[in-house]
């Protein structure tokens, strides 16, 4: 469905069916401008240390989806987003 969007809006993107942690884990330093979090909150806290060791350090954005839908289930993730000087 994805790939069907993309191509309707005329993006190319490279579409990865992988475990997303592997790949977060397998990514250079400062790989991403943005980060689309939007997986099992579970998983979340987890992912934080290579969310932000991925993110570009100069502007790179994230943005995680049911933090105010969910807000109890992502408690731990955004105190750790909270906690995090940079
Ligand atoms: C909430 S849906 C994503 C919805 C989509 N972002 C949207 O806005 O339409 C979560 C999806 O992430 C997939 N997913 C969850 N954990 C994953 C992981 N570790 N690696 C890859 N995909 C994962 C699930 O299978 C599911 O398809």
């Given at each position: 469905m994805a790939a069907a969007n993309l191509e309707r809006a005329g993006l190319d993107a490279e579409l990865l069916s992988a475990d997303a942690g592997q790949v977060l884990r397998d990514a250079p330093d400062g790989a991403w401008d943005l980060i689309f979090l939007d997986a099992e909150r579970p998983a979340y806290a987890g992912y934080w240390p290579d969310l932000l060791r991925t993110?570009?350090?100069?502007g790179g954005l994230l943005a995680v989806d049911n933090?105010?839908?969910?807000a109890d289930e992502v408690a731990e993730f955004t105190a750790l987003v909270e906690a995090e000087p940079s």
């Open positions: 993110l570009r350090p100069d933090v105010l839908s969910h």
